[in-house]
């Protein structure tokens, strides 16, 4: 469907034509596939509503795919980890024990299946049974139609096809618009085609089309964001800030002629700011409290101690050449939910605050030793 404006879509909405909204793995990828997080789990409410929740099994598959993978490097990584404590510290303690022990050797495919299987529950989200049609499928795919672009990976498109239009034909066989909420721009062209589906970028402007911002106590909550009088949410933001920065792994890039080892040893927030204020939006609202989300833009100092060294080639072993210790900057973005009491207060009470986002990367650049 062609391009509508936000007036024309919360007309739709208003007029029950709009009765069905669904995401794709854009929108659970900008969220890190965390599905805990509030701006995720912020579509129950549609749990037992007019307006349905639908999710492509191919969506589902390609988050499910996604979290097993991130298990299944974290797991790598904390087995290296206890490896090397177990080397350092000399102790007598058998490495598979300890991993079985601690369940790092679970499947992640079934880890990420529980998370998939308790996040579709827990929001009441259908999912799609609609089978693709074949004949369409391959006429969109040697016509060179949307989704499938004319690029040589044209194959790497067949899930988004069969989501769009499985999709598509559930709308139809439901008579109803629904709402595509997609970062991917194949969505978008699919969309401004199609007869049923209407496209939204991201999550919080589709969730703020169904919280327009009819209480004024809400809208207050909004205006004190966007003007700076929110006191207690700026202090919650910069402590969830370090609080974030503490608990990734910060990836460190660096170039040097030497091979080199590095450790963190400080991080620090420099600043940070809201990405864009036009886009704080209300998500959810009830008669005690109001939830909001934004991005914030965040500059981060990042301390690193980097050890140089150069292989022997008569005794072939590593000899020092010694380190440096350098300060980085990473600028990054971060998604934030808050839910506030509804009060008339200038600055309104902060009850919960949720960050996150997909890591922290720091480029030193070229390195060298402190000679």
């Known amino acids: 469907m062609p391009k509508k404006t936000v007036d024309e879509i919360k007309a739709l909405i208003a007029e029950g034509n709009i ?13 890190g596939c965390n599905l805990e997080f509030k701006a995720l789990t912020a579509v129950e409410q549609f749990k037992h509503k ?29 087995q290296a980890g206890i490896n090397q404590f177990f080397k350092a510290s000399r102790a007598n ?18 880890i990420a299946g529980e998370q998939i299987s308790a996040y579709v529950d827990r929001v009441g989200a259908g999912e799609i049974t609609e089978q693709v ?13 949307p989704p499938f ?57 589709a969730l703020g089309f169904f919280n327009d911002q009819e209480s004024a106590i809400a809208a207050r909550v909004v205006s004190s964001i966007k003007s700076g009088s929110a006191a207690n949410l700026n202090k919650q933001i910069q402590s969830k800030l370090e609080d974030y920065i ?24 420099a600043g940070w700011d ?43 072993d590593y000899v020092s050449l010694g380190g440096a210790d350098l300060t980085g900057t990473a600028e990054f973005i971060v998604s934030a939910v808050a839910t506030f009491a509804k009060s008339i207060d200038r600055d309104p009470d902060l009850i919960d605050l949720d960050i996150d986002g997909r890591g922290v990367a720091v480029d030193f650049g070229y390195v060298e030793p402190d000679f």
Do not use: C
């Not at 349905?52 to 790598?76: C, D, F, K, M, W």
């Not at 204020?277 to 500059?299: G, K, Q, T, Y």
């Open 149 to 205: 672009g004319k690029s040589s990976d044209k194959k790497a498109e067949f899930p988004d096809a069969i989501a769009l239009l499985t999709l598509e034909k559930w709308a139809v066989a439901n008579d109803t618009y629904l709402l595509a909420v997609s970062r991917d721009g194949d969505w978008e062209t699919f969309a401004g085609l199609s007869e049923k589906l209407i496209h939204v970028g991201e999550l919080s402007t």
């Open 19 to 31: 009765l069905a909204i669904t995401m794709d793995t854009s929108i659970f990828d900008k969220f």
């Open 50 to 78: 007019d307006v349905q929740l639908v999710l492509s099994p191919v969506t589902l598959g390609e988050v499910r795919n996604h979290i097993a993978a991130a298990v299944s490097e974290a797991a790598s990584k904390a």
């Open 246 to 269: 503490d608990g990734y792994d910060v990836d460190v890039d660096a170039n040097a002629g030497y091979y080199y080892e590095y450790e963190i040893y400080d991080t620090s927030i």
């Open 133 to 145: 049609d074949s004949d369409e499928l391959l006429r969109r795919y040697f016509g060179v139609l």
């Open 274 to 316: 809201f990405a864009d204020r036009a886009d704080i939006v209300v998500v959810s609202a009830n008669d005690d409290e109001v939830v909001v989300s934004f991005d914030l833009a965040v500059e981060a100092q990042i301390d690193v101690s980097f050890k140089f060294s150069a292989k022997d080639h008569i005794d072939k």
């Open 93 to 110: 303690n058998k490495l598979d024990e300890v991993v079985k022990a601690l369940g790092i050797d679970t499947d992640p495919s079934v």
